[in-house]
C-alpha cells in the first residue's frame, strides 16, 4: 500500500473523527455531570438539518453554522428540562428524542428542501495551510481542513483546557457527577450546573452535524448522522471519560469509517459487512468494561432529587 493511499485514508478518517470528537467532547462534559446525553444523535441530526436549511435560505454557511448549534441548543434545553428538572429517565429520553429528531428533520427535508435544495451545498471547502500542509502524513490530514474544522479543532483544545481536572470548572463537574449531594452541602447549585453541561452538550453536539452537513458532505439527507452521535457516547466510555481516550477512540473509528470505501476500492476482498459492523464490536467491548481503564461517575444516570437550584 503506497504512502499517498495510506495518507488518503487517515485524512478520510481524521475528516470523519472531528465531527465525532466535537460531539463527544461536549458528551463527556454531561456524563461527568451526570446527566446521561443520549439523545446526541439526535442533536447531531438537528443541527445538520438546521445548517443547510439555514445556508440555502441564507447564501451564507456561517450563518447556517449559527442556526445548527441554536437549533440543537433548543432541543437541549427540552432535554435539560426533562431529565434534570422532572428527573425522567434519561435513557427513556434519550430514545424519544432521537426518534421525534428523526421524524422532524425527515418530513423538514421534504416539505423545506424538496427539489434537491439540499443538495450540492456550497458550504466550507478546504483551506491549506502552507509549508505544514506539506507534512508527510500529518500535514494533510490536520492542516488541509475547512476553516470550521478548524474551529471545531480549536474549541475541542479550549474546552478540554477549561473543563480539566485541574480547573475549578472541571473540578465542580467532576463532583457533581461523583457525589451530587455533598456538592449541593457545599452550597453548589447541583441542577443549574447539570442543567448547563446538557446544554454545552447540545451545542456541540449541533456545531458536529454542522461540521458533517457543510465541510465533509455539503448536503443533507435522511438520517444522515447514520449513529454518529451513539459512536459519540461510546467514545466517551471507550475513552474513560478522559480527552485523550476520547481522541483516540474518535480517531479509531473515524479510520474505520473511511476504510469502509477504501478497502473495496483497493480491491482488498473484506466483507462490508464486517467493516460496518467493526465500530459497533469496539462499543460493546468497551461498554463491557474491557477497555477505558476507568469506571463511569458514580451519579451517572441518577436524577438528583436534593433541593439545590
Not at 479543532?153 to 463532583?175: E, H, N, Q
Not at 455539503?218 to 466510555?237: C, K, R
Not at 459497533?280 to 463491557?288: D, E, L, M
Amino acid at each position: 500500500m503506497s504512502t499517498a493511499v495510506i495518507t488518503g485514508i487517515v485524512t478520510s478518517g481524521v475528516s470523519f473523527a472531528i465531527p465525532l470528537l466535537v460531539a463527544a467532547s461536549g458528551e463527556s462534559i454531561s456524563e461527568r455531570a451526570g446527566v446521561l446525553n443520549l439523545s446526541m444523535e439526535g442533536m447531531m441530526l438537528t443541527g445538520a438539518f438546521a445548517s443547510v436549511l439555514a445556508t440555502v435560505t441564507t447564501g451564507s454557511p456561517v450563518l447556517g453554522v449559527v442556526a445548527g448549534v441554536i437549533a440543537a441548543t433548543v432541543f437541549g434545553i427540552a432535554q435539560a428540562h426533562l431529565s434534570v428538572h422532572l428527573r425522567a429517565d434519561q435513557i427513556v429520553i434519550g430514545v424519544a428524542g432521537n426518534a421525534l429528531a428523526l421524524g422532524l428533520t425527515t418530513f423538514g427535508s421534504r416539505v423545506l428542501l424538496s427539489d434537491g435544495k439540499g443538495q450540492s451545498i456550497d458550504g466550507f471547502h478546504s483551506v491549506d495551510i502552507p509549508v505544514l500542509s506539506d507534512i508527510p502524513f500529518i500535514g494533510p490530514t490536520l492542516f488541509g481542513q475547512t476553516l470550521l474544522g478548524y474551529l471545531c479543532i480549536a474549541l475541542v483544545v479550549a474546552m478540554a483546557v477549561l473543563f480539566s481536572k485541574r480547573t475549578v470548572p472541571g473540578l465542580t463537574i467532576d463532583a457533581i457527577g461523583e457525589d451530587a449531594l455533598s456538592v449541593d452541602w457545599t452550597g453548589l447549585p447541583v441542577r443549574r450546573v447539570r442543567y448547563l453541561c446538557v446544554l454545552l452538550a447540545a451545542a456541540a453536539g449541533g456545531l458536529a452535524g454542522s461540521q458533517l452537513a457543510l465541510s465533509e458532505v455539503h448536503s443533507f439527507s435522511d438520517n444522515m448522522t447514520g449513529g454518529l452521535g451513539y459512536l459519540a457516547v461510546v467514545a466517551v466510555i471507550a475513552g474513560g471519560w478522559r480527552i485523550l481516550g476520547i481522541v483516540y477512540a474518535c480517531v479509531f473509528f473515524g479510520i474505520a469509517q473511511a476504510l469502509q470505501f477504501a478497502l473495496p476500492a483497493l480491491g482488498i476482498d473484506i466483507p462490508y459487512a464486517l467493516l460496518v459492523m467493526l465500530p459497533y464490536v469496539i462499543a460493546i467491548v468497551a461498554i463491557s468494561g474491557f477497555i477505558g481503564g476507568r469506571s463511569a461517575p458514580s451519579c451517572l444516570t441518577i436524577p438528583y432529587t436534593g433541593n439545590s437550584r
